[in-house]
């Protein structure tokens, strides 16, 4: 069970305090300005975690909230994921179903910016089914990120459909945690949050929508198409029960970790009945101390991001117990007076903390009960407390580079090669939905837009 160290103390007061949130930002900015892969996003938080050790008073305490960090179940359940995902993304790409389905969409003419669109609207069907964005990453990237990029997609802007079509489905799906989060700390219907958030998400998706079309950048796919027409495999496509497995039982509302592990179950299965897989080529032992197989390959590729996402929870437990949370709740209390500037507090606090945690959810728990408390006394209705929340989520977490919302679809992109591989840094500016919803929530605080939730 998870129980909170210490409330740490820094030299140097709230400057000591902020020095490896300040180190972290600052190497996460030299990664991203040299267009670093998930591995200069290590080396950041690293660095941040052996900063924090020279400012903290008590050097036991500030080790105990570094366990702290990892200990929190989120952490388990991602890195799990994360391994777990890879091995079933692994099992279809290695197969050519990516390479056949390329050719099919090809021979069809849905390629450029028609695939983008597309790719960003079956993200959010699946994401809004599921409930969960960062299982929807481990589903969709596998097969449609590569198959869009071979029918001459630029990658950053596939990458950019399906991290939006993930924040659409985790914004607005009713069986999404952070749907739920919000709608029972402000205490709130559900139906009723879910019938009332559209007046925010939808304007944002067709905006998105709007975009892809727009400025989807296209790449000349010709050589990759042509490879992709050359080794089409229509028995490769037996393949695809894997992510039909993992959707089936997420929409059953199945554990992810339990989702991913009978896709990979079912897709050894398929593969090796169908003969598109023998045993050596998933798992080997050819001596001299050595393991080889796609699926051993596919664990030892997750290292970068695993160790990035052991930096980062760690990082988050220093955070937690050195009162930053306890400041941003400060924030939101000193600013919340009135309807309107309770409703700009309520955003620029959860966006904060969004972006501090990486995870809405948690974000959305920490400040509920205070926010519940200012909306009322400031008169913002339930379901608009609820949709401030969960909304501005979807915009400050996604957009931090920082994130599983960009990391982990840029470790998926690298694992198809160099020309497809996208860096974190470069996902925020094509995550064109939580660049719309960031509009659709300057207009509604500004405007009241969506503000008439009258008053249950």
Known sequence: MEQKAKNLSFRFG????????????????????????VNGYVLAFFAALVTGVVFAKEEKAYGEALVYGLSKPMFAVIVLAVILASVSGKLISASGAVQTIAAYVVAAG??????????FLITCLLAFATGTSVGTYFVVIPILFPVGVMAGAAPEFMIGAIVSGAAFGDNLGPISDTTIASSATQHADLGTVVRTRMRYSLPAAGGALVLFLLFSKT???????????????????VMLVVPVAIIVLCMMRKHLITALSWGILAGIVAGLLSGVYSVSELIAFPGGFSVSGTIIEAITGTAGTVAMLIAVFALLGVMECSGLFEDVRGLLERFAKKEQGAEAAIVLSVGILSMVTGVISVAIVALGDLVNEIGERAGVNRYRRANLMDCTGCVFCFLAPWTVHCVIPAQQSAQFGEGFAVAPASVPFVNYYSLCMLAVLLVSVITGYGRKEKRK
């Open 14 to 37: 709230k400057a000591g305090r902020m020095a490896p949130l300040i180190v972290a930002a600052s190497m996460i900015g030299w990664a991203a300005f040299s267009q670093s892969n």
């Open 219 to 237: 790449i000349e796919g010709g050589t990759a198409i042509e490879a992709a027409g050359r080794e089409a495999d229509p028995r490769s496509l």
């Open 110 to 119: 849905f390629t450029g910016k028609l695939f983008v669109a597309a790719a």
